[in-house]
């Protein structure tokens, strides 16, 4: 099997440090099936105010621009973090509803991009095209098939500004298509080195991979198919050319790429999934830590909690599980439980 995924070409982990004791909770990111699967997002850089089309396998797809242009892969990002915020509060049993109260901190942390003030005003403009895009389809959510039209997230506002007039918590209200989706758990996991690829076609083709991948060893998909739901708008040479360049930098998280005869391309998984891992033993400092941090609680029945807890959320890599562990107690001890 093939080495990881080199860090070169990659943006930096801006926030491995915030990270460390995130690991389990409220942070691993999810993305939905639909999305994954066809193409919503416009990968240009610039405002993009085209209408997009799209019919595949009886499905029918048509994107609207509000006047700052589609809703990008990279806006998609909000929309990542508000699906994976309301999966781990499934996973724990807590009530969720299509509107949530975000720190805006947290979500650029999550995303991998910077805090400076300019990455708070791109996030608004990010809002504003998520909510200005209307998309028109028969896809099917959660088991339903209904021909609908809508945004991608009903309504937003700043709930809190800084002194400065920088967001400090905004609300956001999902769309119900999207809301559905995640009540019928159809989302998939991604890599946290998704939120580090800095070309829109890298990410998207990426979710292609881990959507139609899945657990298999390898999976094959024709360059003309392959475009198609990129929803890239380059001809096929230009976007052949682009593969080629992915092939070559190798820096793909969990796939490696290669192209075959026939003008086809091969994806095949870095390492495969095994079922069940276990979480890695804690030390006796996390559990003595633990107990500092909830005088009295049964430190192994957390231990236990904590566990099933990864283990619901789909066994995601731990960095540093004693820091993971004692994080999943802090958050207890906050909310009281």
Known sequence: MSNPAPAEGLLPDRHQADFFVCDIFDAIPKDDLA?????????????????????????????????????????KDILIFCISQLMAALNAGRAVGRTLT??????????????????????????????????????????MEVTSGFGLIEN??????????????????????????????SVLTLSRDYFRLRKPLERRVYEIARKHCGRQPAWRISVELLLKKSGSASPRRVFRKMLRDMIEANHLPDYEMEEEAGDMIRF???????????????????????????????????????????????????RAADAAFVGFVKMRAEKGD
């Open 268 to 318: 095949t998984r870095r390492t495969l999934i095994e079922d069940g891992p276990e979480a890695p033993p804690l030390s006796e400092q996390a559990i003595e830590a633990a107990r500092e941090i909830l005088p009295g609680a049964d430190v192994y029945a957390l231990e236990a909690n904590w566990r099933a807890f990864w283990a619901a959320s789909g066994r995601p890599k731990l």
């Open 156 to 185: 937003w506002e700043i709930v809190r500004r800084a002194r400065g007039g920088r967001m400090v918590s905004v609300k956001v209200t999902l769309s119900e298509w999207l809301y559905r989706a995640v009540l019928s758990k």
């Open 35 to 75: 999305t994954m699967e066809h193409p919503i997002f416009s990968l240009s850089t610039k405002p993009d105010r085209r209408i997009l089309n799209y019919t595949h396998n009886g499905t029918d797809i048509t994107v609207v621009p509000s006047m700052r242009g589609l809703a990008t892969i990279h806006d």
């Open 102 to 143: 975000l720190r805006a901190y947290d979500m650029l942390v999550a995303t991998n991009r910077e805090t400076s003030g300019d990455a708070y005003r791109r996030l608004r403009e990010a809002f504003e095209r998520l909510a200005g895009t209307r998309i028109t389809t028969n896809l099917e959510t959660g088991g």
